[in-house]
């Protein structure tokens, strides 16, 4: 028991020792026993400590079982589809772009793109494609102004693609390799900042597609795209147009070393223009390279082919990263 100083132990003052003593142990006694209601707080902390450290190890297990997941999903996506590019499968894929176009009539536009795919489950599937930032320069376009441009953002795409079951099939030795009917639609939502920068139109198409394996875990896809306007404005044209997306996925080396990983795909567009009686294509070329599972990077120069109108692309250059989440 520890007491005061002014009253330690003195051979001289025994007898007031032990008054003072006798005196000082109910209260001491009556210091040392805990009052109920700290008590109650030193419980009341104790346990949220416990919910604390429970909380947080909750918390680390979900992170961990979460990572898990993603990792397996990942996986799983890039065993059905290692390139990216393949629309029968749907993956959760984030793909932002730089695209620099010249047309004929010699406007140059720049567009800075988020583009990515969002699964609803296996068979069906959303593609976006916002351009973010976008500048048209109209500078080379005979009787207009040098330095007339405009910038913001443009038109947003939402794509819908749905691969039923009844549209599989498979072929070859063993059946080893598939196919696939797709069908879908696609909004275009004039959503431009701008008017020099979008179409003033809500265009609507349903979609109609067809791919297929080929040798060497190369494929084919055929979209068949038809858009008309669901609603634009006065001034705004009449839109009814066939689009062509016809593409070749070839791998041309296995992922692994350095030079690994490497891939080509030239993509076929016709356009068939039904309001002014007007066709004409545009290829293009991706080269991309795997740098991991599910971490894809791409160049895709692109040029226009028997062009009759002015608004005819002429030539593009795409730079892009494909990431798998």
């Given at each position: ?38 008590v ?56 932002p ?58 038109d ?25 009917v797709?069908?879908?639609t ?26 297929w ?37 070839q ?32 290829i ?39 990431w798998?989440?």
């Amino acid at each position: 028991m520890k007491f005061p100083s002014r009253f330690i132990l003195l051979n001289s003052f025994t007898f007031l020792f032990v008054l003072v003593t006798f005196y000082g142990l109910p209260v001491a006694v009556a210091q040392d026993a805990p009052n109920s209601q700290d008590v109650s707080q030193e419980e009341e902390l104790s346990e949220q400590d416990l919910e604390k450290e429970f909380s947080e190890l909750d918390l680390e297990k979900y992170k961990a079982l979460k990572k898990e997941a993603r990792a397996a999903r990942v996986k799983k996506a890039v065993e059905q589809d290692a390139t990216g590019n393949d629309p029968r499968v749907f993956a959760n894929k984030w793909t932002p772009f730089y695209r620099y176009t010249e047309l004929e009539n010699g406007l140059k536009q720049q567009t800075l793109t988020a583009f990515g795919t969002m699964r609803f489950n296996d068979r069906v599937g959303m593609f976006y494609e916002a351009p973010l930032a976008m500048k048209n320069d109209f500078s080379d376009i005979a009787g207009v102004p040098s330095g007339t441009d405009a910038v913001g953002m443009g038109d947003i795409d939402l794509k819908f693609l749905w691969r039923p079951e009844f549209g599989d099939w498979t072929y070859g030795e063993g059946g080893k390799k598939s196919g696939s009917v797709m069908f879908g639609t696609d909004f275009l939502l004039p959503t431009a900042t701008d008017d020099l920068l979008g179409g003033d139109a809500l265009l609507f198409a349903p979609i109609v597609g067809f791919v297929w394996d080929m040798p060497l875990h190369g494929f084919i896809a055929m979209l068949h795209l038809y858009y008309f306007d669901v609603y634009k404005k006065a001034d705004a044209p009449d839109t009814s147009r066939y689009v062509g997306r016809w593409f070749y996925m070839q791998p041309l080396s296995r992922p692994g070393p350095w030079y690994g990983g490497l891939y080509v795909m030239p993509e076929l567009q016709p356009v068939y223009d039904f309001e002014t009686d007007d066709f004409s294509s545009w290829i293009g070329i991706e080269f991309g390279k795997m740098f991991a599972p599910g971490r894809i990077g791409y160049i895709k120069p692109g040029w226009g082919i028997g062009n009759s109108e002015e608004i005819d692309r002429d030539f593009s250059f795409e730079v892009g990263f494909r990431w798998f989440f």
